[in-house]
C-alpha cells in the first residue's frame, strides 16, 4: 500500500559528504586573553538599593496587612494562628495604597488652597508702591 505512484520521481541521495579540498581554510584572528582587568563590571548599585527598597516595603506591607487582618478578625473574636497568608501581604499593600493616595491628594488640595490665599509677588510689589 505504501508503493510509490509510478509518476514519481525518486529523492536523489548524494552519494558521499566529503567536502571539496579546493580551498584553504581562512585564517582565524587571534582573540586576546580575557583578564580581569579588561572586564569591567556594571554600576549596580542602584540595583542593590532598589531590590533593598522593594523587600523592605514588602516586609513592611506584610506586617501591616497582618495588623489590619487580624485586628478586623479579632473583632469578631476569632484569633488566627496563621502567620503565613498571601491575603496580609494584599491588604498591607491596599492599605498602603488607599493611605498614602488620600494623603497625597490631602497634601496636594493643601497645597493649592495655601497658594491661592496667599498673596503673590506682584501683589505685594503692588502695595509697596501705592
Known amino acids: 500500500m505504501n508503493d510509490p505512484q509510478p509518476n514519481e520521481a525518486p529523492i536523489p541521495v548524494p552519494l558521499t559528504l566529503v567536502p571539496p579540498a579546493a580551498l584553504p581554510p581562512a585564517p582565524v584572528a587571534p582573540v586576546p586573553p580575557i583578564t580581569p582587568s579588561t572586564i569591567k563590571a556594571p554600576d549596580s548599585k542602584w540595583i542593590t538599593h532598589l531590590s533593598s ?3 523592605i516595603s514588602a516586609a513592611v506591607a506584610y506586617l501591616i496587612g497582618f495588623i489590619v487582618v487580624n485586628a478586623h478578625l479579632f473583632s469578631y473574636g476569632m484569633v488566627p494562628y496563621d502567620f503565613l497568608q498571601p491575603r496580609y501581604l494584599s491588604a498591607g499593600l491596599l492599605y498602603l495604597t ?5 494623603t497625597s491628594i490631602a497634601i ?14 506682584r501683589q505685594l510689589r503692588k502695595s509697596k508702591v501705592h
Do not use: E, M
Open 108 to 121: 496636594f488640595l493643601i497645597h493649592l488652597l495655601l497658594k491661592r490665599l496667599s498673596p503673590t509677588k
Open 98 to 102: 488607599a493611605t498614602l493616595g488620600l
Open 53 to 55: 527598597l522593594v523587600v
